[in-house]
């Protein structure tokens, strides 16, 4: 969960505003006053980045239902607006079938389809929740490339573990929860530790939500944090290793990737459009 931050005057880095002391170099912080900023204001580019990987997630889904068949919408809270499994494959839902009828490609598609308005909806809601505090420390292209290998990570331990068929954003997610309890353990001091706490918390409600919830792919979930965690100790984060342009080259390399996957699902999607009107 992101924070509201104050300006430290001591060392003049973003803290905890809740705290009566700075979490990096312990001075008094002033009870009003400061620069107060809001992480989830965070750097335009995190924005635009997050922004825009909720838009494809929303359009995709769009797309989903609008290729699907109208007798499979609806049903219960969890089942509202579900597309259904043909059109899901089409737009490349993975899993062990899809992975080795249609592709590799699958492996990233999947982290854009949701299975009904109730599941896109909590995802985005976690993404916009927890992604602008991954780019406040790791910065916008470092959290790009985690979100997109972390997803990617969780479907391939899905289809080792032997899923057959599953979608949505949420290992990429888990991915970036797993970075941030990286990021906790690694800085340590008063603010790291603040840090593995919470996300400790979240861990640990994934897990309980996984094992009481049905139909939850947990290998995915598990996937995804392990991948985050990997990722987050390659790439480095803001105080000890700076952005560099191999940062932001991975970044639009995931980008390019994601892209030319989404626009493949689309023709996919236009093509079965297209059949039914002939």
């Known amino acids: 969960m992101a924070h509201p931050s104050i300006t430290c005057p001591q060392c003049g880095r973003a803290t905890d505003?809740?705290?009566?002391?700075?979490?990096w170099c312990g001075a008094a912080l002033p009870p009003s006053g400061g620069r107060v900023i809001e992480v989830v204001h965070g750097e335009r580019g995190g924005d635009l980045i997050i922004n825009g990987i909720i838009v494809a997630n929303v359009l995709y889904y769009l797309l989903s239902l609008l290729i699907s068949s109208k007798s499979t919408l609806g049903g219960g809270i969890f089942g509202f607006l579900s597309p259904d499994d043909n059109s899901l494959a089409l737009l490349g839902a993975?899993?062990?079938?899809?992975?080795f009828r249609y592709g590799l490609w699958t492996l990233v598609s999947a982290n854009y389809l949701h299975g009904g308005a109730m599941h896109i909806l909590f995802n985005m809601m976690a993404l916009r929740q927890i992604g602008p505090w991954v780019c406040a420390e790791f910065g916008a292209s470092r959290?790009?490339?985690?979100y997109t290998a972390s997803g990617v990570a969780g479907y391939l331990l899905s289809v080792a573990a032997g899923v057959p068929f599953t979608i949505g954003a949420s290992a990429a997610v888990c991915g970036l929860i797993g970075a941030l309890f990286y990021f906790g353990k690694s800085r340590g001091g008063n603010y790291g530790q603040a840090v593995s706490r919470e996300v400790s918390g979240w861990l640990i409600s994934l897990v309980v939500f996984g094992l009481i919830m049905p139909g939850i792919n947990n290998w995915g979930h598990g996937g995804g944090i392990v991948g985050?965690?990997?990722?987050?100790?390659?790439?480095?984060?803001?105080?000890r290793r700076p952005e560099t342009s191999l940062h932001r080259v991975a970044a639009l390399a995931c980008l390019l990737v994601t892209l030319a996957v989404l626009a493949f699902g689309v023709w996919n999607g236009l093509r079965v459009l297209s059949y039914r009107h002939i």
Not at 17 to 23: E, N, T, W
Not at 94 to 99: A, E, L
Not at 143 to 146: A, Y
Request: with cysteine; hydrophobic share 45%; net charge positive.
């Open 143 to 146: 959290m790009f490339v985690i």
């Open 228 to 239: 985050g965690i990997i990722a987050a100790k390659l790439l480095g984060y803001r105080e």
């Open 94 to 99: 993975t899993g062990t079938y899809p992975v």
């Open 17 to 23: 505003a809740r705290y009566s002391s700075c979490l």
